[in-house]
């Protein structure tokens, strides 16, 4: 439920030479009670995640920058198993091509080829470009708003964040920022026996380090939903309680 929707970004531009790749070490891990109590039965509890290592390389284009990002190696977070559908094989290789502008990734990120544990590292990827203020220093709060649409496969998903950021220790360059996030998330798409729609209440915390225009260096994100789903024929909504943390770390 928690898989997220990915649009492809067109990309256009002069591509100045690029910047030596940079290596990362993403790692998401997500946890889904789900109350089946009303259907007779208990509570449901799933476990999954994803490590990936990853090159990063950047170069300039028209308004922005390019960011080329390939999956070097997948691993299983240790004491996880996967549920049916999600491998590692295969994964080595797929890329995402993100746009950046102010620092911040413009649309949603697409993996090159289809992959479960790939597409589960994409939030990890968005998270090395959060589009923080560039001219924010040590001691600054700030407020934002992030609104996001994203459709495809006749699935259709909205969600508005609202981010209270403090910078809180580091110098010019490289500062570390801390937020406190709430937020909302609709969802409506195919079920398994007809249309499905998902509403949840995000609540989450933030702590990323690095430049301002990014990619940040090193990042722990945490989020928890509590959700409904209803689906059609089912006259009670199923209640959800997921959580998520997604770290990542710039390696020498």
């Known amino acids: 439920m928690l898989a997220g929707l990915f649009a492809l970004v067109s990309l ?31 509570t449901q509890t799933t476990e999954f995640g994803a490590i990936g290592f990853l090159s990063v390389t950047m170069s300039d284009t028209t308004g ?4 080329h990002i390939v999956v070097d190696s ?36 697409m993996p090159s080829a289809p992959h ?31 609104k996001a649409e994203s459709s495809a ?21 490289m500062l570390t920022y801390e937020a406190n996030t709430v937020g909302t998330l609709m969802r409506e798409g195919p079920g398994p026996a007809g249309k499905q729609t998902i509403n949840a209440k995000i609540t989450g915390t933030r702590k990323i380090s690095g430049p301002p225009a990014g990619p940040m260096h090193q990042g722990m994100i945490k989020a928890m ?6 689906m059609e024929g089912n006259p009670d909504a199923i209640p959800v309680t997921a959580t998520t943390e997604i770290t990542f770390v710039k390696l020498p």
């Open 116 to 146: 479960r544990m790939v597409s589960l590292l994409a939030g990890g990827i968005e998270n090395l470009f959060p589009g923080l203020r560039t001219t924010a220093k040590l001691g600054d709060t700030w407020a934002d708003t992030v």
């Open 225 to 230: 939903q509590d959700l409904l789903v209803s």
């Open 153 to 173: 496969e006749g699935n259709s998903q909205k969600s508005v964040t609202m981010l209270d950021w403090k910078v809180t220790g580091g110098t010019t360059g």
């Open 12 to 42: 256009a531009g002069a591509v100045s030479g690029p910047s030596a790749p940079q290596r990362y070490r993403i790692e998401v891990k997500s946890k889904q009670d789900v109350d089946l109590s009303a259907m007779g039965q208990g």
């Open 64 to 67: 922005g920058q390019l960011a």
């Open 74 to 109: 997948l691993q299983i977070p240790a004491g996880l198993e996967l549920p049916p559908g999600f491998s590692t094989d295969g994964g080595a290789g797929i890329f995402f091509h993100a746009y950046i502008v102010d620092g911040k990734v413009q649309g949603t990120l």
